[in-house]
Nanobody, 126 residues
Framework: QVQLVESGGGLVQAGGSLRLSCAAS????????MGWFRQSPGKEREVVAT????????YYSDSVKGRFTISRDNAKNTVYLRMNSLKPEDTAVYYC???????????????????WGQGTQVTVSS
């Protein structure tokens, strides 16, 4: 069955870095667009970054552009999110998700993603 397992979250000081991993199983992640989303208390889940299947075109939200990098290792069936220059406002639970449909561009709407990981907490202290 399809599974997504995130890891790599933790507590870091402002200005620090983390790398999140999303290990996929039960499907070939390179054929799908994959996304990283985040949600903090009282806020809606929001897109952070997406990477399309195939050519791997990427998208970043304005709040993380230039600081975060999404990538994938097809041999490991894993998607990564490298986060640099972290800010306290980046504090949230981070989720990876699979876009519904093969070879469909990712997009920012979480309703278009059909499988989600359990989430990993990222806390950035000031």
């Amino acid at each position: 069955q399809v599974q997504l397992v995130e890891s790599g979250g933790g507590l870091v000081q402002a200005g620090g870095s983390l790398r999140l991993s999303c290990a996929a199983s039960g499907f070939t992640s390179s054929s799908y667009s994959m996304g990283w989303f985040r949600q903090s208390p009282g806020k809606e889940r929001e897109v952070v970054a997406t990477i399309n299947g195939g050519r791997g075109t990427t998208y970043y939200s304005d709040s993380v552009k230039g600081r975060f990098t999404i990538s994938r290792d097809n041999a490991k069936n894993t998607v990564y999110l490298r986060m640099n220059s972290l800010k306290p406002e980046d504090t949230a639970v981070y989720y990876c998700a699979r876009r519904n449909g093969i070879a469909v561009p990712g997009g920012a709407n979480p309703r278009n993603y059909d499988y989600w990981g359990q989430g990993t907490q990222v806390t950035v202290s000031s």
